[in-house]
């Protein structure tokens, strides 16, 4: 089989690679699609620190089960299933506790176990989740960014009627405000790329301004970073609230910094807290995406063969690009 194999930083190759088999606990599955992730970026260049190499990358993919391990029980063939991509402990005070994202030998396919960018790979049955046969493909490969918005509105308890702001209308900034719209009519998203903003207005969110016409003295009551670029989130802290919440969806890199003011949070009481991965929001993803009449289908703008990956990683440095999907099977056109 075929495969992007990531031996060490800045060293991938789309080459052969053995096909995997299932063992007792899993299935194996041909890979239809892979969504490409700023995390796959940081995995490519090295910086993503949870990158055990060499890796086979892709932790946003789906595919039709084409083998099942001795014990797995949950599965037929032929069956369409998305991946929850993260995979922990399970004993430790977190992962009893609801906080398995936090697990500290968390791994996940992608990272630690050969991820999607490849025509098959073996899957714990227990990871996959079963693809409704009126979802589109496109739609369900939303699952996994998805699963992370759902995991940091838990962080929000109380959303309903406030003014929200989504800073950066990449996939996760666009699918947060999506669910916001759920809560609250006044979500705001700032997008300096004008076709992301065309599409994001496309989703029913009422307002989508560039940066420059933001007002520097508007309040929000939560203001959600989903850049990932410190220097954005230093320049955005101003704009939330007094008693409001900051919330870090961004992944920076591991030595950025932003300096905060301490009466931020204790004359005005602003909260920064932040979400990482998925908690146990997978299957909800899915559930959601099922009532969507695939109205989000509109943020896959870019599809790219496997064999076609530098090509689909030009297009990801083209900031108008939204989610960029690369197909790992010829059988399926999505
Ligand atoms: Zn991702
Ligand atoms: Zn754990």
């Known amino acids: 089989m075929r495969a992007l194999l990531v031996q060490s930083a800045n060293d991938w190759v789309i080459a052969d690679a053995p096909k995997p088999v299932a063992h007792e606990d899993e299935v194996v599955i041909s890979v239809v699609a892979s969504g490409i992730c700023g995390t796959d970026l940081h995995t490519l260049s090295g910086s993503n620190t949870a990158v055990i190499f060499p890796i086979i990358p892709g932790h946003e993919f789906g595919g039709i089960v084409v083998s099942i391990g001795s014990g797995a029980t ?8 998305v991946v929850n991509p993260s995979r922990t402990c399970e004993n430790c005070k977190f992962c009893i506790s609801e906080k398995s994202n936090l697990c500290r030998t968390k791994g996940g396919y992608g990272t630690k176990y050969p991820g999607g960018f490849s025509n098959f790979v073996a899957i714990q049955e227990k990871s996959c989740v079963l693809v409704p046969s009126s979802m589109s493909w496109k739609t369900a490969l939303l699952a ?13 308890t109380d959303v309903k009627g406030k003014r929200v702001l989504v800073i950066g209308g990449g ?28 599409l994001i207005s496309r989703l029913g969110i009422r307002s989508v301004l560039d940066p420059k016409d933001l007002l520097a003295n508007d309040k929000w009551d939560i203001v959600i970073d989903a850049t990932g670029s410190a220097a954005v989130m230093q320049d955005s802290v101003k704009f939330v ?9 961004g992944v920076a890199q591991p030595d950025d910094q932003i300096l905060i003011s301490p009466q931020m949070l204790n004359r005005w009481e602003i909260s ?15 559930q959601l995406l099922s009532t969507t009449d695939d109205d989000l289908e509109i943020l896959v703008t870019d599809i790219y063969k496997l064999e076609s990956f530098e090509e689909a990683l030009q297009a990801m440095k083209r900031k108008s690009a939204m989610k960029i999907l690369v197909t790992c099977s010829e059988e399926i056109i999505l």
Do not use: H, Q, W
Request: with cysteine; proline share 4%; glycine share 8%.
């Open 74 to 81: 949950t599965f037929a063939v032929g069956d369409r299933v």
């Open 144 to 156: 996994e960014p998805l699963a992370c918005v759902l995991t940091g509105m838990v962080k929000l």
């Open 171 to 198: 996939p996760i900034g666009s699918l947060f405000a999506y669910v916001l719209m759920k809560f609250t009519s006044d979500v705001t998203v700032i997008e300096p790329v004008k076709e992301r903003r065309n």
């Open 241 to 249: 609230e007094n008693g409001g919440i900051f919330l870090i969806m």
């Open 272 to 286: 920064i807290m932040g979400s990482f991965s998925i908690n146990n929001t997978f299957a909800e993803a899915v």
